[in-house]
């Protein structure tokens, strides 16, 4: 089978274990069901996902004039705490910035190579968890706002790591930290305005099963743009990124933009 189309995150299901979808073109891949089969991927063109036209991807899977105009590409999504639609004060479309800032927002701690800190949407989890390739994650303080999750998470960044290192959790680095007991280390470094969100009582832990066959012993990053062709054996699929028998990785969020081709053996 054949396919071909523009990357774009994958979509997924939580169920007894994480179902992984790819959209390309008018087909959908149930990527689960590949395991253990020859994938080629090939490089075909990019294609803005924005402007839909065939302009080099600068980041996000947009293209360089997108990226810096287009309200859904502001430094507020990498930087939570720069949001103001709450003061009534726009950066790029306030209107979108509302329907998307002043909506509650989680803090959460999640462990993939790590533990670490990281702000979502509250309608995003588990979506937000699953797409870091968290093992297990718990809530900190749920906020009505996103500049409110982002300076709790500037709070915490002295204390706790807020980047995830893809290798070690593509590896599967074992961890028993207790995320209940972290969250009690941190509440004292909440910010005053945010201290009366704090979900104290909450010690739910999501955990999260991944398909994963074989863990990838050296992680190799498959970089199409360099080689623009590769065949190999599937193995696992964790995060936004998929393994392959021979321990090469593709990180389907990081190419979003490209046009590929896919056939399946």
Same mark, same amino acid.
């Given at each position: 089978?054949t396919y071909q189309g523009v990357l774009k995150k994958m979509p997924?299901?939580?169920?007894? !274990?994480?179902?992984?979808?790819?959209? =390309?073109?008018?087909?959908?891949?149930?990527?689960?069901? =590949?395991?253990?089969?020859?994938?080629?991927?090939?490089?075909?063109?990019? !294609?803005?996902?924005?402007?839909?036209?065939?302009?080099?991807?600068?980041?996000?899977?947009?293209?360089?004039?997108?990226?810096?105009?287009?309200?859904?590409?502001?430094?507020?999504i990498m930087r939570p705490e720069l949001s103001t639609a709450h003061?009534?004060?726009?950066?790029?479309?306030?209107?979108?910035?509302?329907?998307?800032? =002043?909506?509650?927002?989680?803090?959460?701690?999640?462990?993939?190579?790590?533990?670490?800190?990281?702000?979502?949407?509250?309608?995003?989890?588990?979506?937000?968890?699953?797409?870091?390739?968290?093992?297990?994650?718990?809530?900190?303080?749920?906020?009505?706002?996103?500049?409110?999750?982002?300076?709790?998470?500037?709070?915490?960044?002295?204390?706790?790591?807020?980047?995830?290192?893809?290798?070690?959790?593509?590896?599967?680095?074992?961890?028993?930290?207790?995320?209940?007991?972290?969250?009690?280390?941190?509440?004292?470094?909440?910010?005053d305005e945010v201290r009366q969100y704090f979900v104290e009582n909450?010690?739910?832990?999501?955990?999260?099963?991944?398909?994963?066959?074989?863990?990838?012993?050296?992680?190799?990053?498959?970089?199409?743009?360099?080689?623009?062709?590769?065949?190999?054996? =599937?193995?696992?699929?964790?995060?936004?990124?998929?393994?392959?028998?021979?321990?090469?990785?593709?990180?389907?969020?990081?190419?979003?933009?490209?046009?590929?081709?896919?056939?399946?053996?």
């Amino acid at each position: 089978m054949t396919y071909q189309g523009v990357l774009k995150k994958m979509p997924t299901e939580n169920l007894e !274990q994480v179902h992984y979808y790819l959209e =390309l073109g008018t087909d959908f891949l149930h990527m689960n069901q =590949l395991l253990n089969k020859t994938i080629d991927i090939s490089f075909v063109a990019y !294609q803005c996902l924005n402007c839909h036209l065939e302009k080099e991807i600068y980041r996000q899977g947009f293209c360089k004039s997108c990226f810096f105009e287009i309200p859904n590409a502001g430094d507020w999504i990498m930087r939570p705490e720069l949001s103001t639609a709450h003061l009534g004060i726009e950066d790029r479309d306030l209107e979108y910035e509302k329907e998307m800032q =002043l909506k509650p927002h989680i803090v959460y701690l999640a462990f993939s190579s790590n533990v670490k800190v990281g702000v979502t949407r509250k309608g995003q989890i588990p979506t937000r968890w699953i797409d870091q390739g968290a093992e297990k994650a718990l809530v900190f303080v749920e906020v009505p706002n996103r500049y409110l999750a982002g300076i709790t998470e500037v709070a915490l960044k002295d204390h706790i790591a807020d980047k995830t290192n893809w290798r070690k959790m593509l590896q599967n680095i074992d961890n028993d930290a207790d995320l209940a007991a972290v969250k009690q280390q941190l509440s004292e470094f909440i910010p005053d305005e945010v201290r009366q969100y704090f979900v104290e009582n909450d010690t739910k832990i999501t955990e999260l099963n991944f398909p994963v066959l074989k863990v990838p012993e050296k992680v190799k990053s498959l970089n199409l743009l360099k080689t623009p062709n590769y065949s190999g054996i =599937l193995k696992g699929i964790k995060g936004q990124y998929l393994i392959f028998e021979d321990n090469t990785v593709f990180n389907i969020r990081a190419n979003e933009g490209l046009v590929v081709h896919i056939a399946v053996n």
